[in-house]
T-cell receptor, first 111, second 114 residues
Framework: RKEVEQDPGPFNVPEGATVAFNCTYS??????FFWYRQDCRKEPKLLMS???SGNEDGRFTAQLNRASQYISLLIRDSKLSDSATYLC????????????FGGGTRLMVKP | DTGVSQNPRHKITKRGQNVTFRCDPI?????LYWYRQTLGQGPEFLTY????????KSRLLSDRFSAERPKGSFSTLEIQRTEQGDSAMYLC????????????FGSGTRLTVV
């Protein structure tokens, strides 16, 4: 079993839709959590960190449930430019800040 | 450009040849990481350096792989006797300390072994 599990998708949604991605992680020692965005054949880029209290950045909202070891990302009013792969990422800060990536969820936003 | 720089961007090599990739991290970042990503998968950790010390290596890093960061600045990743299974995107990233923040990735080196 992978340490970070994501539904690979693809999620095909119309412009303006709200879409949610979920992710589970197996290592309870994980201490930091992130969502990264990766465009086709490009490097991953940090989208946002995820905090236990939940956090929002514009149309993006991330939630963390430590008890269930579950992370979510909600995208509201989706745009064509949101089409990408979204990577769920955890870090164990006592292991050199090494990041462990999920396999990614592909989002396709259509006109 | 103050980002993470990787060279070359693309490399095509014949099976059995040796290849070397270079990564120049953000100058003030003391940690440097190498990851490998194959199609449809997330990046997988290979190794990391704090300054010039290589502190952790994944079991993915076979004996054919070696990484160095001789002066704590740029790093090289060498693959000896390449195999077709080595075809992947090799990503370098850097970060500052262990603040639990995300990394900055370079654009990667795409290796194709034919």
């Amino acid at each position: 079993r992978k340490e970070v599990e994501q539904d690979p998708g693809p999620f095909n949604v119309p412009e303006g839709a709200t879409v949610a991605f979920n992710c589970t992680y197996s290592n309870s020692a994980s201490q930091s959590f992130f969502w990264y965005r990766q465009d086709c054949r490009k490097e991953p880029k940090l989208l946002m960190s995820v905090y236990s209290s939940g956090n929002e950045d514009g149309r993006f909202t991330a939630q963390l449930n430590r008890a269930s070891q579950y992370i979510s990302l909600l995208i509201r009013d989706s745009k064509l430019s949101d089409s990408a792969t979204y990577l769920c990422v955890v870090a164990h800060n006592n292991a050199g800040n090494m990041l462990t990536f999920g396999g990614g969820t592909r989002l396709m936003v259509k006109p | 450009d103050t980002g993470v720089s990787q060279n070359p961007r693309h490399k095509i090599t014949k099976r059995g040849q040796n290849v070397t990739f270079r990564c120049d991290p953000i100058s003030e970042h003391n940690r440097l990481y190498w990851y490998r990503q194959t199609l449809g998968q997330g990046p997988e950790f290979l190794t990391y350096f704090q300054n010039e010390a290589q502190l952790e290596k994944s079991r993915l890093l076979s004996d054919r792989f070696s990484a160095e960061r001789p002066k704590g600045s740029f790093s090289t990743l060498e693959i000896q006797r390449t195999e077709q299974g080595d075809s992947a995107m090799y990503l370098c990233a850097s970060s500052l300390g262990s603040q639990g923040t995300g990394y900055t990735f370079g654009s990667g080196t795409r290796l194709t072994v034919v």
